[in-house]
């Protein structure tokens, strides 16, 4: 079968304010989603498709696409989301689903569903540069969201990314010199993404607060060390839990730890950002979260 490759991502900056168009650091991670497909000249116009997450089968399902139905599953509301995706693929594609071929689609997550780093975005990436269409109008029709990780999975690269006025995104070299004193932990719980956008946006927003997102977003790409990466960070996060009126995760889990604590993505959720001090592994593991990683094992 042919393969095709999308990495995930971390935020790093921005979250939430994204949607309003603030800049975003973004960063691709080592593992991502494969995507192997065949394609059949049977007559029989069906999709087989098999979803792997870490190389175990999680939804097996066939689908015609002449009157997309789905035939067999074996996860009815994941199929019927599959089948929504595809048939806005066929929309948008002058190449894919136009004939009665039948295709093997075959998908492999390479890291946790729970760890948030971005399982629909690289979804979106792959068909994109399988059936040759744009895979931010796919992510806008079949999704929604500013479209930042889908830009990261797309070039494979460290990002700066903007969604208005218009999608503006550039490739970083973001490999700060200091990358081997920073590490991730995981919350080791999946936060809805959705949810948190809706409470930001019940918030009176202001062209302040997303040019000051913006600018704290380029000082932090320029950070020439940790002590001054460290305090942008701390800033960035105090800004936003008094905008959100939601305390930090570093007051809500970690009060006593002596760096500083960045949330990444929707708050609450998925990895935080922090740098090494002291026993720092005894420090989390007894504040029960022991899935830390190093920069180098989960940035590529």
């Not at 600018?215 to 320029?222: A, N, Q």
């Amino acid at each position: 079968m042919n393969r095709i490759f999308s990495p995930g991502k971390l935020m790093l900056t921005s979250e939430y304010v994204a949607v309003d168009g603030a800049l975003v650091l973004a960063v691709p991670t080592k593992l991502g989603q494969e995507f192997f497909f065949t394609e059949n000249d049977d007559e029989k116009s069906l999709i087989h498709w098999n979803a792997f997450h870490q190389d175990q089968l999680w939804l097996e399902t066939i689908i015609d696409y002449k009157s997309w139905t789905i035939l067999e599953t074996n996860n009815q509301n994941a199929s019927e989301f599959i089948l929504k995706v595809l048939k806005n693929v066929q929309e948008l594609s002058t190449i894919k689903f136009k004939t009665n071929n039948s295709y093997n689609l075959k998908t492999n997550l390479q890291f946790p569903s729970d760890f948030g780093l971005g399982s629909s975005s690289t979804l979106m990436s792959n068909l994109g540069e399988w059936a040759e269409i744009n895979p931010f109008v796919l992510n806008e029709i079949s999704l929604g969201g500013s479209g930042y990780d889908v830009a990261v999975a797309k070039e494979k690269s460290a990002i700066l990314y903007s969604r208005f006025p218009e999608r503006v995104y550039d490739k970083v070299a973001f490999d700060p010199s200091f990358k081997d004193e920073l590490i991730f932990i995981h919350l080791n719980q999946k936060q809805d993404t959705r949810e948190g956008i809706s409470h930001y946006k019940s918030k009176p927003t202001s062209t302040e607060l997303i040019n000051d997102y913006s600018e704290l977003t380029k000082m932090i790409v320029r950070s020439q060390n940790l002590e001054e990466f460290s305090k942008l960070m701390t800033l960035h996060e105090q800004k936003l839990s008094d905008f959100l009126g939601i305390p930090t995760v570093k007051e809500k889990y970690f009060q006593n730890c002596p760096s500083f604590v960045k949330s990444l993505g929707a708050w609450g959720g998925d990895f935080v950002l922090t740098s090494k001090f002291g026993d720092y592994e005894a420090y989390f593991k007894n504040q029960g979260f022991g899935k830390i990683f190093s920069w180098q094992e989960l940035v590529n």
